[in-house]
C-alpha cells in the first residue's frame, strides 16, 4: 500500500507537459537523502537504461503511453521497481529511495526474466567483481565452492567441478554466456571444465532444477560463466592480473579489454597459467603410515598449465547488436590417482604419470534485436560452435581421447507487456557427437540431438510477483555401436575359484555383442513460483518445480574400465541376469523426474540483510551407480597367464559398477546473513546443508557435509580486508563401500591496497589461504584419500583496470 | 594366444520397444552381428612370442581390385573367405596400403581422389602392451579430394606422401601431403605438406621430419629435356606443424623420375644416372652416379629399395618400353652394376618388390614366374642371385584377358607373397623360403590389383646370413 500512495505523490507531481513524446526525469536518493550517482535506471522490457549523473538525476525520453515498469539498480543497495503509468505526451518527474542491501544483488544475465538472489522466486547467486577476483581459481569447482549451496568436488585442484546441492555430473549444466560449454566434464570427474574464471566478469549460479531455461541437463541446476567476448556496448575498458601462489608455485596472467568506435565494438582476453605439484601438510596419501618423509608433502602428479584466448567483434546498432567471438582454449593437466593397476614397484620405481591435453575452440554468435512491432518486442539469438578435444597420456602415448563437437541455437522472442504479463518463448536446439577412443573409452561414440520450446513469464500482482514456466523437449541419442562384451566379471570371496576361472578358456569362444541404439525422450518441465513482499524489506519465495530429465548417453550406454574413477562401468542399458551374467537389461528406460519445492525467505534491506532457503527434492528413476560386488579385468594390464596360480593379484580388476535407477530424496537448506557493522565493517554468515538419500534407506556417495562459516570485511576506498572461516563438518552418511570423512576449519585471509600508478587505477593484494595448514580431505572428492586440499598457500598480485 | 574373427551369421535382429506414459521415452535396440573372440592357450611360447593377450595371430586380410567392374574385395587370409566387397566412387583406380597397412588406399588420378577402405585390422601401442583389433572392413568417409592428379604414393615407416602432380592444362600446382594411419583414422583435415606454384611429374620420399620432394625449377634453368620433370630434389623439414625447405641438393637431375630410401640413403632416377642423397643428421649430402654401359641410351625410371637392404634396385627402360636392364646400386661405394640374371626370351617384368624384412627381392614375369632373389656377400660386396623361381600359372599365358596382367603384394608379418592371376581368377600365397605354392584365394572375377593388410610383424633384430 506504501507503494501505492508513493506513486500517487509522484504523479501528482507532474509537470506541465512541454515536449511531445513522453519523458521521465527522476532523482534517486539513499535513505540518508544523498544522491546516488551510477544507479541504473531500466524501463523493463525494454532496452531504454540510462544512469544517474553525479547530481543522482536522470531522464529517460521518448516514451510510449501506458504502464511502465521501472527497475533501478545501484551497487551496494537493493533493487527498486516502480510502476509509472504515462498518460497523454508530457513529462513526470520523480524522486526514488534506494535502501542498502548488504547482500550485494546483481541480475543473472542468461534468463529472459528477471531474476536475482533478491527478487526471483528460485534460489539464484552471483559472483562477480571484487568477489570473483578474490575467490577465482584454476578450476571452476573451486572458484565457486565459498557460494551457497555449492561445492566443489575438489579432484586433486586440476579438475574440480561444482556440486549444486549434492549434485552434480549430468545434472549439472555448465555454460558459457548462456550456451552449453560443450566439453566431457560431465562424464567423469577427472575431466576438466572447459572454462575459465579469471576473465570471466561474473558467474551465475542457479541451485535446484533450472531445466526450464536450459534443458534435461539442468535438473540440478546451472553454473553459467558470463564474459563480455561479444562486448554490448564499445566502452574502452580493461583489466589486467598478474599472481603469484605459494603452494604451487602458480603463476596466473590475464588480462581482458573492450573498444571500439559508435557502431562497431571489439573485445579481446588471454590468460596462462602454469603451477605444479601442490603441497600439502600431511602425506597425501590417507594410508600411508607415517614413514619418515623428507621434504615437503605433495600431490603427485597435480600440476598443470593452461592458456586461452578469446577474440570477439560486435555490430552496434540502435536497436541491438550482432556480434562473433572465437575462443580457444587449452590446458594440461596432471591426474592425481589415476595409477594404472599393478603397478607398485614391480616393474619400476618410476610412478607412472598420466596426464590430460585439453583442447577446445568455440565460436559464438550472438545477438539482440529490440522491435518495434505490435507483439514482439525483442528477439535474443544465441548460436554456438564447439569442438572438444582431450587426450589422457600416459608414458608418452595417448590412452584415450575424447571428443565433443557441438552446435547450438537459441532464440528468445519476449513479447510487450500483455495485460501485464512480461515474457517469452525460447526455441532451442542442440546437437553433440560425442566419441572416445582408446583403452578408457567406457562409452561407445553417441549423437545426442535435442529440441526445446519453453514458455516463460512473470506478473506482478500487488504485493505478489508471479513467475509461471513450462518447456517440452524432444532428445534424442543415437549410437551405433554399443558393444557388450563378454567380460567374465567375478566375485572375489570366492578365492579358490579364481585360479580356475582363467584356465578353462582353452578354445572357449567369447562373444562381444554389439547393438544399434536408438532411444528418444520427451521430458515435460512445469514451474511455478511467486514472491510474496508481505512486509517493507522483507519478500518471501515459493517456487515449486516439476523436471523430467532425459539420462545421458553415458548413463547408458557405458561399459568398460573409467581409471578415473577406478571403476568399471556398466550402463543402464544393461543389467546383471540371474547367474550373475551382464546382458541387456529388460528394464524400461525411463526419464528421471524431479519435484521440488523451495521456499525462500528474505530480508531485502536495511543493515542486516539475509537469505534463508529450504529445499525439498524429491528424484524418482535416479540414475545412480551401484557396486554389483563384481570384478572385471581392467583391460589395463595384464599379468603373465603363468602367474596366476600365484597369489591372484586383483589390483589390475575393477570393481563393476552399475548404473540403475532408485526413488531419490534430497533436502536441506541455505543461510546467508550479512549485517553492515558501520560503514567499513561487514560481517557475513553463511550455512548449508543437503541430506541425499535413498527413498527406500540408504545414503547417496559422496555427499557434501554440513557447513557453516563467516566473513568479516574492512572497505575503506582505498583498502579492503577480509577474513574468511569455514567449518567443514564430518560426514558419516555415506553410502556403501564409502569410508567418513573427518571435519576441518580452512581460515583464509585476503587484503588489498587500491593506487594509482600513471592515471591507472591498480590494486596489489595478499592473499593468505588454509592459514593454519590444516589437512582438508574433501568428502565429495574421488580422490580424496589421495589429494587432500593444499596446505598454506600464500598469494601475492597486482591488478588493474583501465 | 587369442584369435579373433568374425562369424558370419545371418544379421540377428532384436528390437524391443518401451513405452511409458507421460514424458514419452522410448528405447529401440537392434542388435547386429556380434564379434566373436576365440581364445586358445599357447603355452610353449617361443622366445620372441610375447603373448600378453593382446595381440592376435592373423595371415592378415587381402584387397582385390576387380579388372571388369569398380569394386574392391576383403578376403580374409586365414580362410581365404570372402569378407566383404565395396563399390568404388570411380572407374579407373590404383590399389595401395596405407603406411602400416591398416587401410587400402584407393586413388584415382584423372578424378584428382584418393579414398581410404578400412581392413579392419590393426594395432595400438598402449604404452605397456600392444594392443590389437579385429573389425569387418569398412569404407572410411575420409577423402583426399583437394590435390590435383594425384600419382605418386610413397609410403615409408608410418607414413605416406601422395605426390599430386598437378595439371598444366588447367593451370593447377603440384602439392605434396604427409599422412599416417592415424590421420585416417581421426579424419584430419588440414595435412601437412608442400605446395608448388608450378605443375611437375614429381615425387617425395617422407623419412620421419623429413620429407625429400622434387623441384622443378623455371623451365629456362632447368636441365631436363622433358619440363614437366623436376630436376631438383629439397630437404623439407617439418616443424610447428609445416614443412619447411631447409635445404635444396646442390647435384642436379635431369629428367628425374623414380625414387627409393633405405636407412641412410634416398636415391632418385635421372636422365644421366642416379642421384644419391645420404644423411647426416639434418643435413644431406647428394652425389650422383652416372649410368653404366649397360643402361645404353636408356635411363633408369624405377627405383626399389628396403630400409633394412643396403643395396636397391633400378630399372632401367627406354620410353618405348623396350627391354628394361635391371641394375643393383650401391649408395656406399657409389656403384652401379648389371643384374647377372636376365629374363627369359618374351618375358617382360609386371612387378618388382622387396620381401618384407628386405632379405628377398622378387620380380614377377609376364610368363607367370616369381623370381625371388637374395643378396650375398661376396668379399664384402652384396650381390643379387636368383635363389629360385616359382611357377605360379598353369594356365596358357597367351589367355590373358587384354589389358591385364599379373600382380604380386608381399605380406608384412611372414614369408608369403601373393600373386593374382587373372586367367585362373584366383590369387596364390607363396612362400618365399621354401619356394612353394601353399594355398589360394578363389576369386569370382579377374583381379587387376592387389595389396597385403593387417598387423606388420616387427623387424627381429639379428640379422646374421
Known amino acids: ?802 | 594366444m587369442k584369435k579373433l574373427y568374425k562369424l558370419k551369421l545371418i544379421a540377428l535382429a532384436i528390437s524391443t520397444t518401451f513405452i511409458t506414459a507421460c514424458g514419452d521415452a522410448e528405447t529401440k535396440i537392434v542388435e547386429k552381428d556380434p564379434i566373436v573372440v576365440e581364445d586358445e592357450h599357447d603355452h610353449d611360447d617361443d622366445d620372441h612370442d610375447h603373448d600378453d593377450g593382446y595381440t592376435i595371430d592373423s595371415l592378415g586380410r587381402l584387397a582385390v581390385l576387380a579388372g571388369n567392374s569398380n569394386e574392391a574385395s576383403f578376403y580374409d587370409l586365414d580362410d581365404n573367405a570372402l569378407l566383404e566387397t565395396f563399390t568404388l566412387t570411380n572407374d579407373s583406380n590404383t590399389l595401395s596400403s596405407s603406411p602400416d597397412f591398416r587401410y587400402a588406399v584407393i586413388a584415382s588420378r584423372a578424378q584428382d581422389y584418393l579414398g581410404f577402405i578400412d581392413g579392419g585390422l590393426w594395432r595400438e601401442d598402449h604404452g605397456e602392451h600392444l594392443h590389437d583389433y579385429e573389425q569387418s572392413p569398412a569404407a572410411s568417409s575420409y577423402e583426399l579430394t583437394s590435390g590435383s592428379r594425384p600419382t605418386h604414393l610413397i609410403t615409408h615407416d608410418g607414413q605416406l606422401a601422395v605426390f599430386y602432380d598437378g595439371d598444366a592444362d588447367s593451370g593447377t600446382v603440384a602439392s605434396v601431403e604427409v599422412l599416417t594411419d592415424n590421420d585416417i583414422t581421426s579424419a584430419t583435415a588440414t595435412l601437412p605438406g608442400i605446395s608448388y606454384d608450378i605443375n611437375m611429374h614429381g615425387v617425395a620420399e617422407p623419412r620421419g621430419e623429413h620429407l625429400l620432394s622434387t623441384i622443378r625449377r623455371d623451365d629456362s634453368e632447368s636441365t631436363s629435356v622433358a619440363k614437366v620433370l623436376p630436376d631438383q630434389v629439397g630437404v623439407y623439414h617439418f616443424h610447428d606443424g609445416e614443412y619447411e625447405l631447409e635445404q635444396t641438393l646442390e647435384v642436379t637431375c635431369p629428367d628425374l623420375h623414380g625414387a627409393a630410401q633405405n636407412h641412410d640413403y634416398v636415391v632418385f632416377g635421372c636422365g644421366d644416372g642416379i642421384l644419391i642423397a645420404h644423411q647426416q643428421g639434418d643435413v644431406y649430402s647428394a652425389q650422383k652416379v652416372v649410368n653404366i654401359d649397360a643402361v645404353g641410351d636408356q635411363r633408369i625410371g624405377s627405383i626399389y629399395g628396403h630400409e633394412d637392404s643396403e643395396t636397391f634396385i633400378g630399372v632401367a627402360s627406354g620410353h618405348g618400353g623396350g627391354e628394361a636392364v635391371i641394375v643393383t646400386i650401391n649408395p656406399v661405394t657409389a656403384q652401379m652394376e648389371e643384374l647377372e640374371w636376365q629374363l627369359a626370351d618374351g618375358a617382360s617384368a609386371v612387378s618388382y618388390s622387396f620381401s618384407a624384412h628386405g632379405e628377398h627381392f622378387l620380380i614377377l614375369d609376364s610368363l607367370g614366374f616369381l623370381n625371388v632373389f637374395s643378396a650375398h656377400d661376396h668379399d664384402g660386396e652384396m650381390h643379387w642371385e636368383l635363389e629360385g623361381q616359382v611357377d605360379i600359372t598353369e594356365q596358357d599365358v597367351s589367355t590373358m584377358p587384354e589389358g591385364m596382367s599379373f600382380s604380386m603384394t608381399v605380406a608384412q608379418n611372414g614369408q608369403f607373397a601373393y600373386v593374382a592371376d587373372p586367367i585362373a581368377q584366383h590369387v596364390v600365397q607363396v612362400h618365399l623360403e621354401d619356394l612353394e605354392i601353399e594355398s589360394e584365394v578363389e576369386l569370382t572375377f579377374a583381379p587387376s590389383a592387389i595389396t597385403w593388410l593387417g598387423i606388420a610383424q616387427e623387424e627381429e633384430d639379428d640379422h646374421d646370413h
Request: proline fraction near 3%.
Open chain 1, 1 to 802: 500500500m506504501k507503494r501505492r500512495s508513493q506513486l500517487a505523490v509522484l504523479i501528482a507531481a507532474l509537470l506541465p507537459a512541454s515536449v511531445l513524446a513522453s519523458t521521465i526525469e527522476g532523482v534517486i536518493l539513499n535513505n540518508k537523502g544523498k544522491v546516488v550517482t551510477n544507479a541504473t535506471v531500466e524501463v523493463e522490457g525494454s532496452d531504454l537504461k540510462v544512469t544517474t549523473d553525479e547530481n543522482g538525476k536522470f531522464v529517460i525520453t521518448e516514451l510510449k503511453n501506458g504502464l511502465k515498469e521501472l527497475h533501478v539498480v545501484a551497487p551496494g543497495y537493493a533493487h527498486l521497481h516502480r510502476d509509472i503509468t504515462i498518460t497523454n505526451d508530457g513529462n513526470q518527474s520523480v524522486t526514488f529511495n534506494l535502501k542498502r542491501s548488504p547482500i550485494e544483488v546483481i541480475d543473472i544475465e542468461a534468463t529472459p526474466i528477471h531474476m536475482s538472489a533478491m527478487e526471483s522466486a528460485s534460489p539464484v547467486s552471483v559472483l562477480s567483481g571484487e568477489q570473483l577476483r578474490r575467490q577465482q581459481a584454476a578450476t571452476l569447482g573451486d572458484s565457486l565452492e565459498k557460494l551457497p549451496g555449492v561445492n566443489t568436488n575438489f579432484h586433486g585442484k586440476v579438475a574440480s567441478t561444482p556440486i549444486i546441492r549434492g549434485l552434480s555430473g549430468p545434472r549439472v549444466l555448465i555454460t558459457q554466456n548462456g550456451l552449453d560449454v560443450s566439453d566431457v566434464s560431465r562424464v567423469g570427474p577427472d575431466h576438466s571444465v572447459a572454462s575459465e574464471a579469471s576473465t570471466a566478469q561474473q558467474i551465475e549460479v542457479l541451485r535446484g532444477p533450472a531445466t526450464l531455461f536450459y534443458g534435461s541437463g539442468a535438473i540440478g541446476g546451472v553454473v553459467n560463466v558470463v564474459d563480455n567476448r561479444v562486448p554490448t556496448d564499445s566502452t574502452t575498458r580493461g583489466e589486467w592480473n598478474l599472481e603469484h601462489n605459494s603452494v604451487d608455485n602458480q603463476k596466473v596472467a590475464s588480462f581482458n579489454a573492450t573498444t571500439g568506435t559508435d557502431s562497431v565494438a571489439f573485445y579481446a582476453d588471454a590468460f596462462w597459467r602454469e603451477a605444479d605439484d601442490y603441497e600439502v601438510p600431511v602425506a597425501a596419501d590417507i594410508d600411508s603410515d607415517g614413514e619418515e618423509h623428507s621434504g615437503d608433502y605433495k600431490v603427485e602428479n597435480s600440476n598443470e598449465e593452461s592458456d586461452g584466448f578469446t577474440v570477439g567483434a560486435s555490430y552496434l546498432m540502435d536497436n541491438g547488436f550482432i556480434g562473433l567471438a572465437v575462443e580457444q582454449f587449452n590446458r594440461q593437466y596432471g591426474i592425481p590417482g589415476h595409477t594404472h593397476g599393478d603397478e607398485e614397484e614391480k616393474h619400476s620405481d618410476e610412478e607412472e604419470s598420466v596426464f590430460a591435453d585439453l583442447e577446445q575452440t568455440k565460436v559464438q554468435l550472438l545477438g539482440e534485436y529490440n522491435l518495434d512491432n505490435k507483439w514482439l518486442n525483442k528477439v535474443n539469438l544465441r548460436a554456438g560452435h564447439t569442438d572438444y578435444e582431450h587426450a589422457e597420456i600416459e608414458s608418452g602415448a595417448v590412452g584415450t581421447t575424447f571428443k565433443n563437437e557441438t552446435n547450438e541455437l537459441r532464440i528468445d522472442l519476449l513479447h510487450n507487456q500483455f495485460s501485464e504479463w512480461n515474457g517469452g518463448i525460447s526455441f532451442h536446439y542442440k546437437q553433440s557427437d560425442v566419441e572416445a577412443q582408446g583403452e578408457e573409452a567406457f562409452t561407445p561414440p553417441s549423437e545426442t540431438e535435442s529440441f526445446a520450446v519453453a514458455l516463460m513469464e512473470e506478473r506482478h500482482f500487488g504485493d505478489f510477483l508471479v513467475q509461471l514456466g513450462g518447456r517440452i523437449e524432444r532428445v534424442t541419442i543415437e549410437a551405433g555401436n554399443v558393444l557388450l562384451p563378454n567380460i567374465d566379471a567375478h566375485a572375489h570371496d570366492e578365492a579358490q575359484e579364481t585360479d580356475e576361472h582363467d584356465h578353462d578358456h582353452e578354445e572357449s569362444a567369447e562373444t562381444t555383442r554389439v547393438f544399434d541404439v536408438e532411444h528418444e525422450f520427451t521430458p515435460v518441465s512445469l514451474s511455478a513460483g511467486v514472491v510474496w513482499d508481505f512486509t517493507s524489506n522483507y519478500n518471501l519465495g515459493l517456487s515449486v518445480s516439476r523436471s523430467e530429465r532425459a539420462p545421458s548417453a553415458s548413463e547408458l550406454l557405458s561399459f568398460g574400465p573409467h581409471i578415473g574413477t577406478g571403476t568399471y562401468e556398466v550402463g543402464a542399458l544393461f543389467d546383471l541376469d540371474e547367474d550373475g551374467h551382464l546382458g541387456l537389461s529388460d528394464q524400461a528406460i525411463d526419464l528421471e523426474t524431479a519435484n521440488n519445492i523451495d521456499l525462500t525467505l528474505r530480508k531485502t534491506q536495511g543493515d542486516v540483510g539475509f537469505i534463508l532457503n529450504a529445499f525439498y527434492n524429491q528424484v524418482d528413476n535416479y540414475y545412480y551407480q551401484i557396486d554389483t560386488g563384481l570384478y572385471a579385468q581392467s583391460g589395463h594390464d595384464h599379468g603373465d597367464e603363468e602367474e596366476l596360480a600365484d597369489e591372484h593379484d586383483h589390483s589390475s580388476e575393477l570393481p563393476v559398477y552399475l548404473f540403475k535407477t532408485d526413488d531419490v530424496v534430497l533436502h536441506g537448506f541455505e543461510a546467508q546473513i550479512a549485517w553492515q557493522l558501520t560503514d567499513e565493517f561487514k560481517l557475513d554468515v553463511f550455512s548449508d546443508y543437503v541430506r541425499a538419500r535413498l527413498k527406500d534407506g540408504g545414503d547417496l556417495p559422496r555427499t557434501p557435509p554440513l557447513r557453516f562459516g563467516s566473513e568479516l570485511s574492512y572497505q575503506t576506498d582505498k583498502l579492503s580486508a577480509h577474513i574468511h572461516v569455514t567449518r567443514y563438518q564430518k560426514q558419516d552418511r555415506t553410502a556403501p563401500q564409502e569410508t567418513a570423512t573427518d571435519g576441518y576449519t580452512l581460515i583464509d585471509a585476503s587484503i588489498s591496497y587500491d593506487l594509482s600508478v600513471l592515471n591507472q587505477d591498480m590494486s596489489v593484494y595478499l592473499r593468505g589461504t588454509n592459514l593454519t595448514d590444516t589437512e582438508a580431505r574433501v568428502h565429495s572428492s574421488f580422490v580424496k584419500d589421495i589429494a587432500p586440499r593444499p596446505g598454506r598457500s600464500f598469494a601475492l598480485g597486482i591488478r588493474g583496470y583501465f
